[in-house]
Structure formats: C-alpha cells, structure tokens
C-alpha cells in the first residue's frame, strides 16, 4: 500500500518560487502515475502536473506549463514539483496522488486512488 508525504509548502511573495516534494513509500509500480493537484478556497480541485513512473514523462495543466516543473529523484520514491514566477492566484492546498489513469485520464482526480494530506501554498502580492 503506498503512502505519500508532502513538504515544502509555506509563505512566498508573487514572482517567487517554492518546491514541493512528495515522498512515496510503499512499491511503486511502473504502471503507476503520481500527479500533483491543488484546491484554492471555494474552488473545485485543479490538476496542476504529473509524472509517469514508466519512462518518466511529465504532464502540465496549462497555466502552469512554464512556469512549473515535476521531477523525481534519481533512486528515490520522491517527485517534486519546483514552482516558480508564483501569482497570488497560486494560492492553495497542494495535494500529491498516486494513481493508473489512462493517458486520457490523467487530468482528473477520480483516476488517483492514494492522496496525500496536503500542503497549503500561500502567495502575497
């Protein structure tokens, strides 16, 4: 059973950067995806990026290409997510899932099945 740990989140100032990391424990298979998603106050919670865990390709939602970036540690079962040029519109609990969506799938957070407790990103103007 994988479990996941997130850190790194905290106060930055707009054009800022911060990283999150996740932390997997538990086997993680080649079929797996680990993604990143993030709900501000009031709204529904948005795909952000993810990583598959076979060939190590990465996905963006489309405000965030450029500007943010998911890697994982070379041996390690952590991925992070380096955020930079932050906008207050960034502001959010940051969570990390593990899932097997298809390609197709990948954005939607019914297709995770493990999530992480979250970490809350606040960025000020």
């Known amino acids: 059973q994988v479990q996941l740990v997130e850190a790194g989140g905290g106060l930055a100032q707009a054009g800022g950067s911060l990283t999150l990391s996740c932390a997997a424990t538990g086997q993680m298979y080649s079929g797996y995806t680990l993604a990143w998603f993030r709900q501000a106050p009031g709204k529904d919670r948005e795909f952000v990026a993810a990583?598959?865990?076979?060939?190590?390709?990465?996905y963006y939602a489309d405000s965030m290409k450029g500007r943010f970036t998911i890697s994982k540690d070379n041996g390690k079962n952590t991925v992070h997510l380096q955020m930079n040029s932050l906008e207050v519109e960034d502001t959010a609990v940051y969570y990390c899932?593990?899932?097997?969506?298809?390609?197709?799938?990948?954005?939607?957070?019914?297709?995770?099945?493990?999530w992480g407790q979250g970490t809350q990103v606040t960025v000020s103007s």
């Open positions: 899932a593990v899932g097997r969506p298809i390609l197709s799938s990948l954005r939607f957070e019914s297709s995770y099945s493990t």
């Open positions: 990583f598959r865990w076979a060939g190590g390709r990465t």
